[in-house]
């Protein structure tokens, strides 16, 4: 699924994301949503998140 839509994201779901200090790498982070920090619908480098461990990043994967 894409995590560039925020419809497609709910607090809870299984995603991967970036971490702002992996940005140039693109090493992915997996983890659980907690809160969703993206307010528009649409976003090109993805939606932001803070995972349940409290990590912050922009959603790349969402794992069905």
Do not use: W
């Not at 693109?26 to 949503?33: D, E, K, M, P």
């Not at 528009?40 to 998140?49: D, F, L, N, R």
């Amino acid at each position: 699924m894409d995590g560039r839509q925020r419809n497609n994201i709910q607090p809870g779901v299984q995603v991967q994301i970036v971490l702002k200090q992996h940005q140039r790498s693109g090493q992915l982070t997996a983890g659980v949503v907690k809160d969703i920090l993206t307010k528009s619908a649409y976003h090109p480098h993805g939606i932001k998140v803070r995972l349940s461990d409290g990590q912050v990043g922009r959603v790349k994967e969402i794992d069905e």
